[in-house]
């Protein structure tokens, strides 16, 4: 017997999405079976839904639903859904329960995220406890870029008895969703009524269904619906149900509203211990007024080591001193050396290298650019029998045959696709393949039984088969009509020179990575070398049919800053940080800081020290370029601050005039209500080894403090949330972002749109 179908007939269009349902047939404790799971899915259509996301539960040693297994049933799910013409979309979730190595399986892509996007997670609280770290494990979700939800709140006791808790979670940065059946009171009228308090304070998000099967627990969003429109209001209560859900799907920002801050009650457990409590405080308060209001941050690990910058995983990690390098910087540099950087170590620079571009032979790079191909060395064509310089008969070449004093015999005649031609008298004769000397003898031979002393010259009208095509960065002849591919007939010598002298080649080619195509064989050729260098070794003999392939510019890269010629560059396989600086002119060496330059590679930051590379040669710099890579030089000049975190409007501010904290913090909109202003942090100086504040800008509001801090040119503040316990955790996981958020915020700022 089917259970009964809600209908829902308040004409609301299916466009709502439940983002938390636990529709997926036997795997947790959600719908049983296919056929309740399709069940399920009908009701959901009929209340109004038009997406479900399914979120099984993810509990160690009890639901170990991994990404794959989840994916593998979602679709089989789809599947049968489309086989019943039920028009529901499904996605892939999971309802993670809190555990301390979530965010190491996240990144590894074991447990799923909403809608594997890598954006954001379902996660669930335990119902009557949470871990006294609880804001520390949401923080370091927000570190690494994944935003956590947190399912049913309205449901977790400790919650229910201290808000407070959830304040501060939301703060953080997490979402929540609240359950339908919550506002309905089908989990009591304690739940209700304090759902009601969350909505009405702002710290819940969204609404979703946690449904768990056709009768108990029904994915059904509409009857809570109805009262979030007259809690929030009708617009509110649709964008719970659509717009935020919906860009969560798509893995974008949400822009949620502030939460209302309230008053927490003190119950009379707490009453008993105020004056225990208050004592807490005011020693908590005189040790905090203890510390300076600026303070210089040097993050200690253990014994013998120091924050380092990682060249191969791009972070700031605790690492031995190297013995070579404390050395190398304790020993007295010469007075022109005093301004420089020390340069890296040969071990450092031979890893940048490494990171970039491996060091192959000529065979290793050939066999791997083409894989599968045989490839013959051009040096290697005479050792294989390949040159070949003699004109042979054809398929499509048309002869002109001349019989002395017989005219009515004599006619151009093509060489059909069998080899043969037809010839009056004596009919079909083979061609194909012979010379014409060869060819010549054979006729002559036939017609003398018709002809006495025949007399025959036989030459070659249109040499068809001698053509050879030329493909890549060719420029295109105005009378040129057809494809792109332009075929030419050998003549003369039928060297690779001759094609060239008349192709006219476009000047952005790659000439060093052209090649021939003949048959099955590859033959790289360097045009480069025999144009530019005349390396006749590359000046390779032609056979009819053969394809020149001249490479076109594999790579584009943009170059910014303090560069003759900024902008956007198509440029060659083997680009280097030095070639890229000649396309674009050279550097403004007057205004250029040479120190503080960076290459941006996706979310990778590769500092380059241009004074090392120009002024001394120190080549481990000249790092290979990828396709995309954006090089940034800056102008020593420039005065300039990043504002990130919790301020109203964060970005780029500049400067003239000394400028301290507490202005820059201001011309950003000031504070956020979120904003942790006891603890202002401020990095500054060379990436690789900065130099970190924390500055009290609070006590300097309320007048306790007259000092300023002002700010140098690059310096990134940073405004957080919550007050930073371990700073070695905080600038092992925070700097890496800062120094990003740097080079983006200055390539935005560069007025170039790529």
Not at 162 to 167: A, L, R, S, T
Not at 442 to 448: G, H, N, P, R, T
Request: with cysteine; glycine share 6%.
């Amino acid at each position: 017997m089917r259970p009964e179908i809600f209908l829902f007939s308040r004409g609301t269009a299916i466009k709502m999405i439940d983002l938390h349902c636990h529709i997926l047939p036997g795997i947790d404790d959600g719908a049983g079976s296919l056929s309740e799971s399709i069940e399920m899915c009908r009701i959901a259509v009929n209340d109004g839904i038009s997406k479900v996301v399914c979120v099984p539960h993810h509990v160690v040693g009890k639901y170990n639903n991994n990404r794959e297994k989840i994916t593998r049933c979602v679709e089989k799910l789809q599947a049968s859904l489309n086989d019943e013409d039920i028009p529901l979309t499904l996605y892939p979730g999971c309802e993670i329960r809190l555990d301390l190595n979530l965010v190491e399986n996240i990144k590894t892509g074991e447990l799923m995220t909403m809608n594997d996007s890598g954006r954001y997670i379902t996660l669930e609280l335990p119902n009557e406890a949470l871990p006294q770290n609880i804001e520390e494990i949401i923080s370091s979700f927000i570190f690494v870029g994944i935003v956590p939800i947190i399912g049913h709140p309205e449901r977790n006791q400790v919650i229910r008895n201290n808000p407070g808790v959830i304040y501060r979670l939301v703060g953080l940065g997490a979402l929540t969703q609240l359950t339908s059946a919550s506002l309905t009171g089908l989990f009591g009228s304690e739940i209700k009524k304090f759902s009601i308090f969350l909505l009405k304070h702002k710290l819940a998000h969204m609404l979703m269904t946690d449904a768990h099967s056709s009768k108990r627990r029904r994915p059904v969003l509409s009857e809570g619906l109805e009262i979030l429109k007259e809690i929030v209001g009708e617009k509110a209560a649709m964008e719970m149900v659509e717009a935020i859900p919906e860009k969560i799907l798509n893995g974008e920002d949400i822009d949620v509203k502030y939460p209302v801050p309230f008053k927490e009650k003190s119950s009379g457990k707490m009453k008993k211990y105020f004056s225990l409590i208050f004592l807490c405080v005011f020693i908590g308060f005189i040790f905090a007024c203890a510390h300076p209001v600026i303070r210089e941050i040097s993050p200690q690990g253990e014994k013998g080591t120091q924050l380092r910058w990682d060249r191969e995983t791009h972070r700031w990690v605790f690492k031995a001193e190297p013995p070579a390098r404390k050395a190398l910087q304790e020993s007295r540099l010469p007075s022109f050396a005093q301004a420089v950087p020390v340069p890296p170590l040969k071990k450092e620079a031979d890893r940048l290298i490494e990171l970039q571009k491996r060091t192959l032979t000529k065979e290793e790079y050939l066999r791997a650019k083409f894989k599968g191909k045989e490839i013959v060395l051009p040096e290697d064509l005479s050792k294989n029998g390949e040159i070949e310089v003699k004109y042979k008969i054809g398929i499509d070449d048309i002869l002109n045959i001349y019989i002395w004093n017989h005219e009515d015999l004599s006619r151009d005649v093509p060489i059909r696709s069998d080899g043969n031609v037809s010839l009056p008298l004596i009919g079909d004769i083979h061609a194909a393949g012979l010379e014409i000397p060869e060819f010549k003898t054979i006729i002559e031979k036939k017609y003398d039984e018709y002809i006495e002393h025949p007399q025959i010259t036989v030459t070659c009208k249109v040499p068809t088969s001698l053509q050879v095509s030329v493909v890549g960065a060719v420029e295109k002849p105005e009378t040129y009509v057809g494809p792109a591919t332009m075929t030419y007939t050998l003549r003369g010598d039928r060297t690779l020179m001759s094609i060239l002298s008349v192709v006219e080649i476009r000047p952005d080619a790659d000439l060093e990575e052209s090649y021939i195509i003949r048959g099955d064989k590859i033959i790289p050729v360097n045009l480069k070398a025999l144009l530019e260098d005349g390396d006749t070794s590359q000046n390779v003999i032609l056979q009819p049919q053969d394809t020149l392939v001249i490479a076109e510019p594999l790579k584009e890269i943009v170059l910014l800053g303090e560069v003759k010629s900024p902008g956007r560059y198509k440029t060659k396989r083997k680009t280097t940080v030095l070639d890229a600086l000649s396309r674009a002119g050279g550097i403004n060496s007057k205004n250029a800081n040479l120190h503080m330059a960076y290459l941006a590679r996706g979310n990778d930051i590769l500092p380059i020290n241009f004074k090392m590379l120009l002024d001394y040669g120190n080549m481990s710099q000249n790092i290979l370029l990828n396709d995309g890579d954006v090089i940034y030089i800056p102008n020593i000049n420039e005065n300039k601050t990043f504002v990130i975190g919790e301020v109203n409007v964060p970005g780029v501010r500049y400067f003239t005039d000394p400028m301290d904290l507490r202005e820059a913090i201001s011309f950003c909109g000031g504070f956020r209500e979120t904003a942790n202003r006891s603890q202002v942090v401020v990095v500054r100086g060379d990436p690789q080894k900065p130099e970190v504040y924390a500055v009290n800008v609070l006590k300097m509001m309320e007048g306790k403090s007259l000092e300023r801090f002002y700010l140098e040119k690059g310096d990134t503040v940073y405004v957080a949330r919550t007050a930073i316990a371990d700073w070695n955790v905080f600038l092992s996981q925070m700097l890496p972002t800062l120094t990003t958020t740097r080079v983006i915020q200055t390539i935005l700022n560069a007025g170039f749109n790529p």
